[in-house]
Nanobody, 125 residues
């Protein structure tokens, strides 16, 4: 049974940074395309970043490019999202997602089969 568990969220002040982690269990993440999304109350789930199974290719959402960095450590079955210069509008539940098989990066939520439970990030002004 595949499980994704996010961690690293919390309450921070504007300008702070966090590193979110997503550990994959039940199946090796080596050949999975991984993604990070977030969802704020009353809003749709927003694409943040995706990374290829080798880690050699990445893509970011327009609202976070330059501030967020996605990376992975396949030896640890873990994907990370470094989030810098956080602002109150970054407040949301952050989710990681996995999809095995595709050889392309995935930016749509509906393209991912497996999801974590999310980690809350709250940014105070």
């Amino acid at each position: 049974q595949v499980q994704l568990v996010e961690s690293g969220g919390g309450l921070v002040q504007a300008g702070d940074s966090l590193r979110l982690s997503c550990v994959v269990s039940g199946r090796t993440s080596t050949t999975a395309v991984m993604g990070w999304f977030r969802q704020a109350p009353g809003k749709e789930r927003e694409f943040l970043a995706t990374i290829s199974w080798t880690g050699g290719s990445t893509r970011y959402g327009d609202s976070v490019e330059g501030r967020f960095t996605i990376s992975r450590d396949n030896a640890k079955n873990t994907v990370y999202l470094q989030v810098n210069s956080l602002q109150p509008e970054d407040t949301a539940v952050y989710y990681c997602a996995a999809q095995w098989g595709p050889g392309v990066l995935l930016t749509l939520a509906r393209s991912y089969e497996y999801w974590g439970q999310g980690t809350q990030v709250t940014v105070s002004s």
